[in-house]
Structure formats: structure tokens, C-alpha cells
């Protein structure tokens, strides 16, 4: 649904859907929020975190920990496991009756799930997996000078208000697009789990919080789908995104994939409690799972040290990883890429150097 300039002006606030699993929260959501808190600074509005869920108690509050001003929760027996129709349902009502200006929703599997299924049935658009958030006001009008063919008069109010400006990869990672969403409302965006930093918790932002529970209408006939049992993973999925230190693989240790995936859990162990991760050239070849996977279709890190085993550096990985405080990078070939973005390289083959690597640790 397109709006005009009267309509745009009656939505308000920014709003975070915030993912809980069996009452708690995540990260993701604390993110968020905390950058939902810049935004809505900036804008001059509201922060609201909204919570669907079952027997949802006071836990909610910690959004407001990271600057929430308000939770809206909506509680319903019917919403105590994701379903895609249910959300839907509620969440869009809710939006319709309390009119958000922005919508963010975190890029985890239920959020891309949800948010395209929310944007279609609220008629307005959605911009998927964005790295960057703004609120800017000079894009829109540069890009209307710019352009000769629309009526500058007739689009004049929309000019004058702040947009939200989303940035994401676009092309398989080789440019960065900044969509802005000037005439449809919600603007709606799926943010990459771990791109944007967490606040620091303020208890007495807690405390200030308002929890506000809203009605919800709901019932069997709005389902198509049905959630008969979850099956939890027998596999503990490798927490790369809460990672400290992260060692790497890539399709430099084919050679040897037993014997490179080893010496790179060694290395991990021995740096102090540090993870594995892998490029997609590894994923792909079923070397390790996809919750390893780091790169522009995996996961987001900025740990405190990276350290990359034969990995060329693609573009696509180095879009996961290139913001980790410090990068070492071991690789054969001294004109591969990861050296660009390395604090400290290493020209050699990895399974004569991550022996000595681990070596030369133990010994300190
Ligand atoms: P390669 O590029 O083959 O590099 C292997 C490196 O190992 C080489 O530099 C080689 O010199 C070195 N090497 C070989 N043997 C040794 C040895 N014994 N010792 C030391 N070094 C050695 N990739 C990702 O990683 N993550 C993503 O999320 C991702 N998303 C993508 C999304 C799209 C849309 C596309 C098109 C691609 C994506 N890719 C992604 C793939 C990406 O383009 C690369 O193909 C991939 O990252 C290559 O993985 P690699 O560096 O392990 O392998």
C-alpha cells in the first residue's frame, strides 16, 4: 500500500521484533536494540522491542537493559512455537493498529521467514540481510536532483522526511547497495546476526522499561501449519558468533582434511578456548557443518583474534570476517587476498607452519 505524505507522518517509532526461544532472549535481539537506540536518537522517537511468545514474564525487561523504551508483548498459547502464519498474523496486527515507522527484524532463520511473509501482507517493502543502518535525509533528495524525470513538487514532503537508509551486499558481495524505503511504511529491514554491537546493560534502563501486554486474536483456524513435536539437535551448534578467537579453514588443508581440521582445533585449544570456522569451499565439500560456515552466507564475526589456514580471502569470506580485531593468515600463495585485510601473514604450507605455530605456544 502506498502512502502519501499525511499518511507517512501518522507512523511512528522504531520497533525491533526480538526473538525468544523458551522465554530467553538472544544476542541478536540485544543488538538490535542497541542499534534500534542510535536510530531512534537520531530520528527523535521511540524504541519499542516486540516479544511474541507463551507465559512470557518480566525477562523481557532486559531489552530495555539496551535501550528499549518500551516492550510490547503478546502472549498466546498458539504462539508458544514459531509458526510462520501465527507470528504473521500478530505481529502485522499489532503493527497495523500501533503504526511503526521502522521495523527491524533480526536475519536468524525465523526472521527470514517472518519478514518477507510480514513486508507482503503489510503491502510495503523489505530490504533482506543488511550490514548498515542510517537515518538519513540528504540521499533521497540527492538521488531527486539527480534525476530528471520525477516531479521534484509533487514528492516535496517526502523529501522532507528522514528516511531510514539500509545498506546490505549486493552481486554476490562486490558492491554495497543503500536502499531507502521513501513511500511505503513500515520500513522494514533483516539485520545479520553479529554485525552490530551490543550496548553496555544498564540495569536502571531496565528498570524504567514499560512492559505493555496487547491483546491478541488468535485461533486454530488462522493456522495451516501445525507444530506436532520440535526435535532438538543432538549436536551442539558451534557458537562462532560469541567466539573470543576463531581458527579458520579453508581449501588449502585438502590435502590432508583430517589431519588440517586437527591442527586447526589444536590451534584453537591452545590460543585459549578458540573455535573452529570454515570457508564455504570447506562447507561445501561436507568437511564441516554449515553452522561453521563464515562469510557473506554464513556468519558475521568480529572476534578478538582470526586466524585463516589456506583460505584465499574472497570477498564473500572477507565480508564475514574482516572487522576481528586481529587477522593472522597463513597461506601458500603470498598474493592471496586474506593478506590484504591481515595484521600478520605467514607465506607457507599450513601443515609445516601450524606445527610450529603450536609449538612455539606451548613453550611460552
Ligand atoms: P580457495 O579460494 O580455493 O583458496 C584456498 C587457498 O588455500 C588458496 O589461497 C591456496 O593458496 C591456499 N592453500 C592451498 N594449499 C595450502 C597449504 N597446504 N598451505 C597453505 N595454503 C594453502 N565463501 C565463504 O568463505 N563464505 C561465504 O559466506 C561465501 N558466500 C558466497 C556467496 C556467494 C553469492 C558466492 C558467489 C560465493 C560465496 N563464497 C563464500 C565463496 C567464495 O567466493 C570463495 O569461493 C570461497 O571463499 C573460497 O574458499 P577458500 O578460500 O577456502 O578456497
Avoid at 584453537?268 to 561453521?292: C, E, M, T, Y
Wanted: glycine share 10%.
Amino acid at each position: 500500500m502506498e502512502f502519501n505524505s499525511a499518511d507517512i507522518q501518522a507512523f511512528r517509532d522504531i520497533w525491533v521484533f526480538c526473538e525468544q526461544r523458551e522465554g530467553k532472549l538472544s544476542d541478536t535481539d540485544f543488538e538490535l536494540i542497541s542499534e534500534g537506540r542510535k536510530l531512534a536518537d537520531e530520528r527523535g522517537a521511540r524504541l519499542v522491542g516486540v516479544v511474541l511468545g507463551w507465559n512470557l514474564g518480566d525477562e523481557v525487561r532486559e531489552l530495555g537493559g539496551y535501550g528499549a523504551d518500551e516492550v510490547i508483548v503478546c502472549d498466546h498459547p498458539l504462539l508458544e512455537v514459531y509458526t510462520t502464519d501465527a507470528y504473521a498474523k500478530v505481529l502485522c496486527d499489532v503493527v497495523m493498529e500501533e503504526k511503526p515507522e521502522v521495523l527491524l527484524i533480526g536475519a536468524s532463520h525465523i526472521g527470514r521467514d517472518l519478514g518477507p511473509r510480514c513486508a507482503a501482507r503489510l503491502h510495503t517493502g523489505l530490504t533482506a540481510d543488511c550490514t548498515h543502518l542510517d537515518i538519513d535525509m540528504g540521499c533521497y533528495r540527492k538521488f531527486l536532483e539527480e534525476s530528471s524525470t520525477l516531479d521534484l513538487a509533487a514528492v516535496k514532503m517526502d523529501m522532507e522526511d528522514k528516511n531510514l537508509k539500509m545498506t546490505r551486499p549486493a552481486f554476490g558481495g562486490h558492491l554495497m547497495a543503500t536502499i531507502i524505503c521513501p513511500r511505503f511504511r513500515p520500513c522494514m529491514s533483516t539485520v545479520r546476526p553479529g554485525v552490530m554491537k551490543k550496548a553496555a546493560y544498564s540495569a536502571e534502563m531496565a528498570e524504567r522499561c514499560e512492559i505493555r501486554r496487547v491483546p491478541v486474536e488468535l485461533s486454530d483456524g488462522d493456522l495451516k501449519t501445525r507444530v506436532t513435536e520440535v526435535v532438538k539437535a543432538a549436536r551442539k551448534m558451534v557458537d562462532l558468533i560469541g567466539a573470543d578467537i576463531i581458527v579458520s579453514v579453508g581449501r588449502g588443508i585438502s590435502r590432508d582434511v583430517e589431519k588440517g581440521i586437527a591442527l586447526a582445533e589444536e590451534l584453537a585449544q591452545i590460543l585459549g578456548g578458540g573455535v573452529v570456522g570454515g570457508s564455504r569451499a570447506v562447507i561445501d565439500a561436507g568437511w564441516l557443518s554449515a553452522d561453521h560456515q563464515i562469510g557473506q552466507t554464513g556468519k558475521t564475526v568480529h572476534p578478538r583474534l582470526y586466524v585463516a589456514l589456506g583460505i584465499s580471502g574472497a570477498i564473500q569470506h572477507k565480508a564475514g570476517m574482516q572487522d576481528s580485531e586481529l587477522i593472522i593468515a597463513v597461506d601458500q600463495n603470498d598474493g592471496a587476498p586474506i593478506f590484504e585485510v591481515a595484521d600478520y601473514g605467514i607465506c607457507g604450507d599450513l601443515f609445516e607452519v601450524v606445527p610450529l605455530m603450536i609449538e612455539e605456544i606451548k613453550g611460552v
